[in-house]
């Protein structure tokens, strides 16, 4: 056990999959000599050497359609494309040739391609450089979306991503990468689709992700000080999202509340409020609530950017609303 | 480096024809109804693929586009699941899930028809990136249009292979036209193979309906690729005989440009060579009889195969 | 009044766009001499001239930001981009240039950019040329989306789109380039975000677009004979979304069901229900639902492509149990 | 074509002068968390810029990279507006929502700052093509850096430019290095002007150290643009004198490099030929005081000026 950055838990997951499986290569932007733009691949170059660990151009395209065709080819490519904004760039590499390759051939081919990038706002990037883009993803079967919260769910979930057969955007939030946590010496493994239940309660399910799972606990916390003892809920992983823990949860305490960086329109969010209300229509006494960011990009300026992701203080009275309905 | 024997010029012949009447074929299928969506034929352009993968090895492997049926074939994939898949059953090559776009048969190492314009250039940089990285001897060759030039992903793949010099050969079949507009309405120079240069990349120009001189300079390309020198653009000079796709008339041609390839055509090109070689009409007659009828049994075949299961659908979305 | 197709109304509104205002300018793949891929542009070229009207090489990166260049400077650029899919391949200059400059600079610029493009499937394209993509652009504020299902709207909405000081993604809908309908000489404005109320009823609000809504009214019709009134409302445009009309159809029949092709995950028929039932969840007497394409890429046989869509059938059972909960 | 006088010159130091101090203050500021998120600073590159701008006249429209505080400033945009907006405020050039990478100031042609390396290629393209449609003289320069010629962008822009001959300029600051990766190691040419060729269009490398010679050779190619013979592609070599963005130590640097390029510093260059043309080191040193007054004048009054309305962020997203 050793108390470790996020950061660090990345990059010690990224190592640990190099070591375990010689298919597994690294390469994207600068993450060779400079060990990343965000620092999470500092020293693989070095332990692994050229073979392993390679820049590349300035040629998202050229990154992912490497990374498909390695992988159709027997390796486990794991690609980083930076700032997750730039997916935008490669967006048709990803949705139309890594998350239909597989199914436009029948099955011919596996297409076990890992993509990390850096997730969301909250650090002053701006507009092109903020964006939670997992929600891009979220209408293209085919691909896996994993967005880590944690010191022990970002190691454990880039191990189980590279592993997995499937093609997996692996999303790292800028605002955690500080963060510090106990990472133990052999973690568990983690199955992609299974949450995480963060805190027991009775009185609302609270669902958030990355820096909002933070931020809806810090609200819990206040909240349990009113006697609202609130059910907090990790889903950890998009695709495949464990519909089944939400439900388990909402039945116990009739009550939902989503909790999102980003703004409302095609979110996970509201595919997860729509998804319950379906199958669980009179599980529910009150509204059903999403807590999202404004229907506006992101803005620069602290003042702004702080008003534009929901804070501890919102999410909290926005839950006790929910709960006094 | 010899030329191909005589047994592989009569094979190279056998082949293109094969791909004649297999899309001679998909026109008239498609022009009764039996082919959904669209199809885009490649009549005319047969020695480019049959050249080229004729001069490559079984295990080398390729990606091409939609206009891909005689670059599939070429590689050796079975005529009737072709048809079959083109025909949306449930033995075709994808299962009916890819269709005329999207023939593959990775066991043939035909590794995929990409339907996106530029799509598969940087795929076939990653599968010659994973030959380098097990120390095989492998090739990747990836055929594309000439309008494709133009696309961003073209540049990337081609500047990446170079840096990495990667084994990969990049096949440009400059049929004049991208659908409807020729080329110099949209492209500014005149050789496409001139782009090399900015790669670092050798780039030749040769002529596409010539099997044998694609064979040869293909054969050349690969073994420098092989020996660790790097990838090739070869652009290969040829030409849709047919519309761009679908009922296309391409009534956008100038007078008489037909008829000039036409009388280029490759087919014809190479019988006369083969006759001028020594080799009997008769011989010739029997081949493409011959091809003629593996065509139309493959099709028959096809024909007769059932419609995948509805629920097949919801299968190979995840493995 | 005349009656045209649906692909000749397009047509029809891009010249009378043309006609209209010197500044407005169509480009894209084929779009001048060829007539389009999809023939809706057939005789602009002719009628319009080389300045008017343009063939670009293929060059999707290139075509919208060219249009976004020309915005800018005061134009008003009419791009084609030919299949939806394609968007894919221009996505960066879509989502992180065109729909934030106007954010990003505070104010300084607008993008009257168009980019109308042919979406959807059932008509045999497969995975890569039959996406309903325009669920990719929903959490992107910042980009207007318009979804024409008539041949009135198909005309009305793309003058609306060329009109509008803001970038305007208009899909139209591959299958239903060959529907007639009827054509006034003098065809009313519509304006973004108003709902077309298709048909009154008092058991259900059936909300649908493009493809869906015919077969939806195909269901509505053979439900009525059963006695069951569906109210369906074809919202027209996604962004902005008339959110008030649904509501309004909502209270009448305290019940919901969202048609929408392709898939459920972070679309706008799952965000329509989430809103519905946060800001009026005592309104549903049923649960929501959304009748949605399976959770797979589109595939080109006819039986699976079939099957991958929504039917007539599957509508008015689904509709069927939801007015029988 | 006659080469700035006297006093151009003088003003085209000014104008390095004011960008280095602004940049030097830009650095002090991020380091003392003024700054949010990164900025990415051009000390050593003022030649490029100035040179270019100073070469083209104020109705012209220029786009540029998030390492674009030079470019502005050299297009004239305010000190203090620019500040303003590098730290967040009311009255910054875009109100606080854009920040270091996107300084914007429409009213002067400063038309943009982008942070998708690649992105303000074909948006250049377009304000060229509106030049054109309109008939005006006006013309389009696009600064950009050397590892941005490896992007999809870069392809489609330069082909669309030039097979449409627009006005439009495109200038690459050559500064060796993309973020942290020395060019070698990611592009397989030397001259990055030689991609040129591939559409069609001059394509010239300079010293774009040399404030004199930038003016030259922008004046000669926006001749040829506005004369409607199309683009060109000119390679400006210079150097970065300060790591990539943050508080990059550039420590990848081989020895001696920073040192060389300290001794080519392109406001020590321009100064050396004023005073061998006969200027006074007094004056120089006057115009380097003043430009460093304005510039911290600028500063506190941006430093101000009020935080914008929290709800201000609600505006601007729809016209
Ligand atoms: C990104 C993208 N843009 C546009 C298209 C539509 N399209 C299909 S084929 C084609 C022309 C391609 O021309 P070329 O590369 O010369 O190949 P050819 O069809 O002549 O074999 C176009 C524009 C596409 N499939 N993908
Ligand atoms: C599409 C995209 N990929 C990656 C980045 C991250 N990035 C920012 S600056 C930069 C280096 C650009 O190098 P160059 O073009 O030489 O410009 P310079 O920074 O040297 O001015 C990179 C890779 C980005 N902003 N956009
Ligand atoms: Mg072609
Ligand atoms: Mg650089």
Redesign the pocket.
């Known amino acids: 056990m050793t108390v470790v950055t996020y950061r660090q838990a990345i990059t010690r997951g990224i190592a640990d999959a190099l070591a375990a499986d010689e298919d597994v290569f690294l390469f994207g932007e600068d993450v060779a000599r400079a060990g990343g733009a965000f620092k999470t691949t500092t020293g693989l170059w070095e332990r692994f050497g050229d073979d392993r660990v390679m820049d590349t151009p300035i040629s998202e395209q050229a990154i992912v359609g490497t990374a498909i065709g390695a992988a159709i080819r027997g390796l486990r490519p794991l690609a980083e494309v930076m700032f997750a904004d730039f997916a935008a760039v490669c967006f048709?590499g990803i949705v139309n040739e890594l998350a239909k390759y597989r199914y436009m051939t029948g099955g011919q081919v596996n297409c076990p391609v890992t993509i990390h990038m850096a997730n969301g706002a909250g650090t002053g990037f701006a507009a092109q450089h903020s964006q939670p883009a997992e929600n891009w993803f979220l209408n293209t079967p085919g691909l896996k979306v994993v967005v880590p919260a944690t010191v022990t769910d970002a190691y454990a979930l880039m191990r189980a991503a590279v592993e997995d057969d499937d093609p997996v955007l692996y999303f790292e939030h800028k605002g955690l990468f500080g963060m510090r946590g106990e990472l133990p010496d052999v973690v568990e493994p983690v199955q992609l689709g299974v949450a995480d239940l963060v805190r027991e309660g009775d009185a609302v399910t609270v669902v958030a992700t990355q820096q909002m799972r933070h931020r809806a606990l810090s609200a819990a916390d206040a909240l349990a000080q009113e006697g609202i003892e609130v059910e907090l809920i990790d889903p950890r992983t998009l695709v495949p999202f464990d519909h089944a823990a939400v439900r388990r949860s909402v039945e116990k305490t009739n009550r939902l509340v989503v909790v999102q960086e980003g703004s409302a329109g095609a979110s996970w969010g509201g595919t997860l409020i729509a998804h319950v209300l379906q199958d669980g229509f009179e599980l529910l006494d009150a509204p059903p609530r999403l807590i999202s960011s404004d229907e506006t990009p992101v803005p620069y300026a602290g003042v702004l950017e702080a008003a534009w992701l929901p804070s501890v203080e919102r999410i909290a009275e926005e839950v006790r609303s929910i709960v006094r309905y | 480096m010899t030329p191909p024997d005589r047994d592989a010029q009569l094979q190279m012949l056998r082949a293109m024809h094969e791909i004649r009447f297999f899309e001679d074929a998909c026109h008239r299928l498609f022009a009764t109804g039996s082919v959904r969506g669209t199809t885009?034929l490649?009549q005319g352009?047969e020695a480019v693929t049959v050249g080229t993968l004729h001069a490559l090895r079984p295990e080398d492997q390729m990606t091409c586009?939609?206009?891909g049926h005689g670059a599939v074939l070429a590689k050796g994939v079975a005529l009737d699941r072709s048809f079959g898949e083109i025909l949306g059953k449930a033995d075709g090559l994808c299962g009916g899930k890819g269709g005329s776009m999207h023939l593959t048969d990775v066991d043939k190492g035909a590794l995929g028809s990409f339907?996106?314009?530029?799509?598969h250039l940087p795929v076939a940089v990653g599968v010659a990136f994973a030959a380098r990285y097990r120390r095989t001897d492998e090739l990747s060759v990836c055929f594309?249009?000439?309008?494709?030039?133009n696309?961003g992903a073209f540049h990337e793949s081609l500047n990446l292979a170079s840096i990495w010099k990667l084994p990969v050969l990049f096949v440009?079949?400059?049929?004049?036209?991208?659908?409807y507009?020729p080329?110099h309405t949209t492209t500014p120079i005149e050789v496409l193979a001139d782009r090399a240069a900015a790669y670092g990349m050798p780039g030749i120009r040769i002529d596409g309906n010539d099997v044998l001189g694609v064979h040869a300079t293909v054969t050349e390309a690969a073994a420098r690729a092989r020996a660790g020198e790097g990838p090739t653009l070869i652009e290969m000079m040829t030409y849709?005989q047919k519309g761009?796709?679908r009922a296309d008339p391409a009534a956008y041609r100038p007078d008489g440009e037909l008829e000039a390839w036409l009388a280029r055509d490759p087919i014809v090109l190479h019988e006369r060579s083969l006759l001028a070689d020594g080799v009997a009409q008769e011989q010739l007659d029997a081949i493409r009889a011959a091809a003629e009828e593996a065509v139309e049994a493959a099709l028959e075949r096809a024909q007769s195969w059932p419609d995948p299961d509805p629920e097949t659908r919801l299968e190979h979305v995840y493995a």
Chains 1, 3 share one sequence.
């Open positions: 048709d | 885009h490649c352009q586009t939609y206009r339907a996106i314009v530029g799509g594309f249009g000439d309008g494709s030039t696309i440009c079949e400059n049929n004049l036209y991208g659908e507009s080329l849709r761009h796709s």
